[in-house]
């Protein structure tokens, strides 16, 4: 049974920091790409950053990028996101999810469909 569980969000102020983690089990987790993508009430799904399986390409959207990283450690079967400067606008819950395909397509790579499995998700809020 594959599982992903996301843990560390909650309350910030704004141009605070927060690190998400995503533990996953029930999968070769060293074999599969990884992403972030997070959803505002009213909105839809949005891709926030993806990492290769060796953590050697990531990539962001534009609205986090110098802000966020998104890194993996494989022994640990564990990704995180490092969330700095967070602003009003970040707040959404995040979720993780796996991908077992290669692709460093822009198109492909933003699209929730194509990713395998998801986590339960994790509130954040950036407040004052």
């Known amino acids: 049974q594959v599982q992903l569980v996301e843990a560390g969000g909650g309350l910030v102020q704004p141009g605070g920091s927060l690190r998400l983690s995503c533990a996953v089990s029930g999968l070769t987790f060293s074999t599969y790409a990884m992403g972030w993508f997070r959803q505002a009430p009213g909105k839809e799904r949005e891709f926030v950053a993806r990492?290769?399986?060796?953590?050697?390409?990531?990539y962001y959207v534009d609205s986090v990028k110098g802000r966020f990283t998104i890194s993996r450690d494989n022994a640990k079967n564990t990704l995180y996101l490092q969330m700095n400067t967070l602003k009003p606008e970040d707040t959404a819950v995040y979720y993780c999810a796996a991908d077992g395909q290669y692709s460093d397509r822009d198109y492909y790579i933003r699209a929730p469909a194509n990713y395998d499995y998801w986590g339960q998700g994790t509130q954040v809020t950036v407040s004052s």
């Open positions: 990492i290769s399986w060796s953590g050697g390409r990531t």
